[in-house]
């Protein structure tokens, strides 16, 4: 599974950005598809996952209310609604992909893409 992500770029406190992540590749069983960040000099972090279905989305605490995770199974991908954005959401924003229910953790993932940078000015 390959995976493209893009929408990122830079943008004003209180913006909103919408970022995009399409697969490619042996896309076929249910997948979950989930977010992750990394801001300069942290660990990567997870920020939003969501079910095969679309029923189910879990989020970190720092973006709930603001973020929304979405996808589009006829067009292999996920989405992120970024509202409300502060300097502290700035980081590389990675899409990824694993077989089987959704989950936070980074490790569970066996698909990534490339990244994308969103940055947010104060």
């Known amino acids: 599974v390959q995976l493209q992500a893009s929408g990122g770029g830079l943008v004003q406190a209180g913006g909103s950005l919408r970022l995009s992540c399409a697969a490619s590749g042996r896309t076929d069983g249910n997948y979950a598809m989930g977010w992750f960040r990394q801001a300069p000099g942290k660990e990567r972090e997870f920020v939003a996952t969501i079910s095969w279905s679309g029923t189910n989305t879990y989020y970190t605490d720092s973006v709930k209310g603001r973020f929304t995770i979405s996808r589009d199974n006829a067009k292999n991908a996920v989405f992120l609604q970024m509202n409300s954005l502060k300097p502290e959401d700035t980081a590389v924003y990675y899409c990824?992909?694993?077989?089987?229910?959704?989950?936070?953790?980074?490790?569970?993932?066996?698909?990534w893409g490339q990244g994308t940078q969103v940055t947010v000015s104060s």
């Open positions: 990824a992909v694993r077989t089987g229910p959704y989950a936070s953790r980074s490790g569970s993932y066996g698909f």
